[in-house]
């Protein structure tokens, strides 16, 4: 059974941090970039991180650059988005997909990602 099951969101203060958690299992996680992806009711789904099969490359949103940082720990089966500095506007569910690569590449599109984690909310509020 292919999973991806994200952890670690909840309710913080602006400013505040998190550390959101994209543990898979039942396929092999080190052939596949890993993306965070967030969204909004009412709006698009947005790329916020992503990484490629070795954790060699990242890629980042203008929205989180400084803030965020994604990072993979492939013997643990488990990609991680430390989140720094958070504002109101990133609240959101998050997501974590994986894409099969030919090892070099960070896909970027959602339609690109062919396993989906079910989602962990994330709301920044004072």
């Known amino acids: 059974q292919v999973q991806l099951v994200e952890s670690g969101g909840g309710l913080v203060q602006p400013g505040g941090s998190l550390r959101l958690s994209c543990a898979a299992s039942?396929?092999?996680?080190?052939?596949?970039?890993i993306g965070w992806f967030r969204q909004v009711p009412g709006k698009e789904r947005e790329g916020v991180s992503h990484?490629?099969?070795?954790?060699?490359?990242?890629i980042y949103a203008d929205s989180v650059k400084g803030r965020f940082t994604i990072s993979r720990d492939n013997a643990k089966k488990t990609v991680y988005l430390q989140m720094n500095s958070l504002k109101p506007e990133d609240t959101a569910v998050y997501y974590c997909?994986?894409?099969?690569?030919?090892?070099?590449?960070?896909?970027?599109?959602?339609?690109?990602?062919?396993?989906w984690g079910q989602g962990t909310q994330v709301t920044v509020s004072s």
């Open positions: 990484i490629d099969s070795a954790g060699s490359n990242t």
């Open positions: 039942g396929f092999g996680l080190e052939y596949y970039a």
């Open positions: 997909a994986a894409a099969l690569t030919a090892g070099w590449g960070i896909p970027r599109r959602g339609d690109e990602y062919g396993y």
